[in-house]
């Protein structure tokens, strides 16, 4: 059996040579190891797993997000009933995938970051992501969607909670806060408490930025810039929508 070094290493150029499917196999042979010391994992494992699947579920939203705009503007309704069905096999793939890495940190990471703040924000904030996914979906086949956001919205105000002794510069604060406000905007369409939550964010983070040093400062900088650029996006659709009612 490969080294956990070796693993890590493999993961890495996976990534690099763009087969992703590769890189999470990869990554799950260094969680076992990880959870079979019943340790917690590196940051730079824990990256390569946030990565990981990112890689693998973000293809599948693109690709559902894709063929629902092929089913929304064709005319030809074979077409259209062949896009829908597609669609739904993309959904059940997508739904797959998010369960796997929702086990593995439901059942295993989350439990074992209880007493270490950074690991269990980082680690809630996944959980709430992959059921957001699952959430995103406005569908019939969807029957767990509510469930799904009641789940995610739970984790993301545990993260919440458990951040607060974190300095705000930090990036897994400031990367709960990211994707906390997009959940507000996007599945509860709660646009003034995402903006509120993004603004408080990077208004904190701003004022502390001079604290922050090295690889903490560049991912900060750069979280802050998402930040904006979607707050930037909110506050001029959210005009556009005041200026057409």
Not at 67 to 86: C, F, N, Q, R, S
Not at 159 to 175: D, M
Not at 185 to 212: G, P, Q, T, W
Not at 224 to 245: F, Y
Request: proline share 3%.
């Amino acid at each position: 059996m490969a080294s956990r070094e070796d693993l890590v290493s493999m993961a890495k150029l996976a990534e690099q040579a763009e087969r992703p499917d590769e890189m999470i196999e990869y990554v799950k042979k260094v969680m076992e190891i990880v959870v079979s010391k019943n340790e917690l994992p590196t940051e730079e494992e824990r990256n390569l797993l946030s990565v990981a699947y990112k890689n693998l579920v973000g293809l599948r939203r693109a690709s559902f997000k894709s063929l629902g705009a092929v089913e929304a503007k064709t005319p030809d309704d074979h077409l259209k009933k062949l896009a829908k069905a597609y669609k739904e096999r993309i959904f059940q793939d997508l739904c797959q995938k998010c369960r796997e890495v929702l086990h593995l940190l439901e059942e295993q990471l989350i439990p074992l970051s209880r007493e270490n703040v950074d690991s269990k924000v980082f680690f809630l904030k996944m959980k709430g992501d992959y059921y957001r996914y699952m959430a995103e979906p406005s569908i019939d086949s969807n029957r767990d969607r509510k469930a799904h956001i009641k789940t995610s919205q739970e984790a993301y105000e545990s993260a919440w909670t458990a951040c607060e002794v974190l300095p705000s510069t930090h990036p897994a604060k400031l990367g709960l806060a990211l994707n906390y406000s997009v959940f507000h905007y996007e599945i509860l369409e709660d646009k003034n408490r995402a903006c509120n939550i993004a603004k408080a964010a990077f208004d904190e983070a701003l004022s502390e930025l001079d604290n922050a040093k090295g690889d903490s400062y560049k991912d900060a900088t750069l979280i802050m810039q998402l930040l904006r650029d979607n707050l930037v996006l909110w506050t001029e659709q959210n005009e556009g929508i005041e200026q057409h009612s």
